[in-house]
């Protein structure tokens, strides 16, 4: 089993910030890509950052400039840096990552469980 447990969520004003971490646990191989996502209330979900085994990034427009991913490999855990953060940014962010289980010759998603973030005006 993988477990991908999400922490660092709460409640900010807006212009504040907050740092997201996920942390992949369990019968691990390889861990490919790795992400954040997130849904508002009524929304449908929606990539907010992505980061390969290599270091590259994607973000999504909304966030460019504001919000930093990164990994450490050795501790298979992402973060997410959350700068400038703005009302619209209120949702639940959940960790994505694409894992190969140990004794697999391919890789699957997980998911976790969420973090509320709030950003008051």
């Known amino acids: 089993q993988v477990q991908l447990v999400e922490s660092g969520g709460g409640l900010v004003q807006a212009g504040g910030s907050l740092r997201l971490s996920c942390a992949a646990s369990g019968s691990i191989f390889s861990i490919n890509a790795m992400g954040w996502y997130r849904q508002a209330p009524g929304k449908q979900r929606e990539l907010v950052a992505a980061?390969?085994?290599?270091?590259?990034?994607n973000y999504a427009d909304s966030v460019k400039g504001r919000f930093t991913i990164s990994r450490d490999n050795a501790k298979n855990t992402v973060y997410l840096q959350m700068n400038s953060l703005k009302p619209e940014d209120t949702a639940v962010y959940y960790c994505?990552?694409?894992?190969?289980?140990?004794?697999?010759?391919?890789?699957?998603?997980?998911w976790g469980k969420g973090t509320l973030v709030t950003v008051s005006s």
């Open positions: 980061i390969t085994s290599g270091g590259s990034t």
């Open positions: 994505n990552a694409e894992v190969r289980r140990l004794g697999s010759y391919y890789g699957m998603d997980y």
